[in-house]
């Protein structure tokens, strides 16, 4: 089969997003975001949009699944895989070139892999049912039906189970529209882990210099609980932490600077799994364009 997606994925602060667009701009293609956080509103220094990295040669790059989400909301793996879909078929329908990027490895991995998803109606009489089993209970009720999660996120919280023992019980199948058939040429963007280091800890830097504690500050003046700041994670988690007097600048520092870090790491795991699943990633030295151009115009052209 031959190609019909551009997928350029790496770890955080590699320069994915740029390299995104100047293919893009060179190949007449759009691009479609495969961040978990870029999709809130509001959500702009702390998740790192840089969204004047879609300009080219004074020229807007279309981007989608950037800015489509309340924060108050919460996305998840089947509305991802639900709007790639719609996307990529109006890319198509333009006879543009759709170009899948960022780091979020199991939104990729369920475009590449071609996960099957349920949606659900919400039955509130089923959650109330469920809602007095005890969290042991419904965890591992979920797990007999699903040994293999998808999103062990699941696993969370009790809601979060409740939720998806509904769907698993669901009998009904909603199925995706648009969905087609994924073959993609994958481009990874790496870099010496110190080289990444140092620019994690630079760009944190420069964020909290821009404006991310006002930020943080201003999502929770528009309503958004601490709690929810929490499971919004790194930045957001740990900037409400200072926020609330939980830690001091020093300390939110440093253990954001830690686990972004982390974070990386668990980002390249990501990528190594699914190169021993037999996907094939054509790695590059850093967000180099020339060697990405030529990859494409040898392998997808």
């Known amino acids: 089969m031959q190609y019909n997606l551009i997928t350029i994925l790496g770890p955080t602060a590699v320069g994915k997003t740029r390299l995104a667009a100047l293919l893009a701009n060179r190949f007449n293609g759009e691009i479609i975001s495969a961040d978990s956080r870029q999709v809130y509103r509001g959500m702009?220094?702390?998740?790192?949009?840089?969204?004047?990295?879609?300009?080219?040669?004074?020229?807007?790059?279309?981007?989608?699944?950037?800015?489509?989400?309340?924060?108050?909301?919460?996305?998840?793996?089947f509305y991802f895989y639900k709007m790639?879909?719609?996307?990529?078929?109006?890319?198509?329908?333009?006879?543009?070139?759709?170009?899948l990027?960022?780091?979020?490895?199991?939104?990729?991995?369920?475009?590449?892999?071609?996960?099957?998803?349920?949606?659900?109606?919400?039955?509130?009489?089923?959650?109330?049912?469920?809602?007095?089993?005890?969290?042991?209970?419904?965890?591992?009720?979920?797990?007999?039906?699903?040994?293999?999660q998808h999103n062990t996120t699941d696993l969370i919280n009790k809601d979060r189970v409740i939720?998806?023992?509904?769907?698993?019980?669901?009998?009904?199948?909603?199925?995706?529209?648009?969905?087609?058939?994924?073959?993609?040429?994958?481009?990874?963007?790496?870099?010496?882990?110190?080289?990444v280091r140092k620019r994690i800890t630079e760009?944190?830097?420069?964020?909290?210099?821009?404006?991310?504690?006002?930020e943080v500050k201003q999502l929770m003046h528009d309503g958004i609980s601490y709690e929810r700041m929490k499971q919004l994670g790194l930045e957001y988690k740990f900037v409400?932490?200072?926020?609330?007097?939980?830690?001091?600048?020093?300390?939110?520092?440093e253990k954001l600077n830690i686990a972004i870090h982390q974070f990386s790491k668990?980002?390249?795991?990501?990528?190594?799994?699914?190169?021993?699943?037999?996907?094939?990633?054509?790695?590059l030295d850093g967000p180099d364009f020339k060697a990405a151009e030529k990859l494409i115009l040898t392998n997808y052209f």
């Open 240 to 253: 409400a932490m200072y926020l609330q007097n939980e830690l001091t600048y020093d300390e939110m520092f």
């Open 44 to 77: 702009d220094i702390g998740t790192g949009k840089d969204l004047a990295d879609y300009v080219v040669d004074e020229k807007q790059i279309n981007y989608h699944l950037v800015d489509v989400f309340n924060p108050t909301d919460e996305f998840n793996l």
């Open 163 to 195: 939720r998806a023992l509904m769907i698993a019980e669901q009998d009904a199948f909603f199925a995706v529209e648009n969905k087609k058939n994924i073959n993609s040429l994958i481009i990874g963007v790496s870099l010496p882990r110190n080289e």
């Open 101 to 148: 990027a960022g780091g979020t490895g199991l939104y990729i991995h369920s475009i590449l892999k071609e996960y099957e998803l349920k949606d659900v109606e919400f039955n509130q009489n089923r959650y109330n049912e469920l809602n007095e089993l005890s969290y042991n209970e419904l965890a591992e009720k979920l797990i007999k039906l699903q040994p293999k």
């Open 203 to 214: 760009r944190l830097k420069l964020r909290l210099e821009s404006g991310m504690v006002e």
């Open 266 to 283: 668990r980002q390249m795991t990501w990528f190594r799994k699914m190169e021993r699943e037999g996907i094939k990633i054509n790695w």
């Open 84 to 99: 790639f879909f719609d996307v990529f078929g109006k890319i198509e329908e333009k006879n543009k070139l759709p170009i």
